[in-house]
Nanobody, 114 residues
Framework: QVHLAESCGGLVQAGGSLRLSCAVS????????ISWYRQAPGQQRELVASITSRGSTNYADSVKGRFTISRDSDKNTVYLQMNSLKPEDTAVYYC????????WGQGTQVTDSA
């Protein structure tokens, strides 16, 4: 049973924007904090942003003011709006619960086009 599916990564220039999507199984979506994580080449996976079932959010310092996490209860989907992208944002982005108790998905690649 697939609980998570990330999508909408891509190639983007520095300063550009992307919106990532994470489709979440209903039972997981409604009762858990959902987070976006990322893993850059040669680096450990890190927490980027989280949103609780009530809509409270928090962010890593490196993305505050640039990224926005949101959730759509009708679609059981969590989004990550990424603006003012920097080369150091290049990574594979994953979603999971927090703590991350679900099997990791394939992730979606975000790459600086420079």
């Amino acid at each position: 049973q697939v609980h998570l599916a990330e999508s909408c990564g891509g190639l983007v220039q520095a300063g550009g924007s992307l919106r990532l999507s994470c489709a979440v199984s209903g039972s997981i979506f409604s009762s858990n904090t959902i987070s976006w994580y990322r893993q850059a080449p040669g680096q450990q996976r890190e927490l980027v942003a989280s949103i609780t079932s009530r809509g409270s959010t928090n962010y890593a310092d490196s993305v505050k003011g640039r990224f926005t996490i949101s959730r759509d209860s009708d679609k059981n989907t969590v989004y990550l709006q990424m603006n003012s992208l920097k080369p150091e944002d290049t990574a594979v982005y994953y979603c999971n619960a927090r703590p991350a108790f679900l099997n990791w998905g394939q992730g979606t690649q975000v790459t600086d086009s420079a």
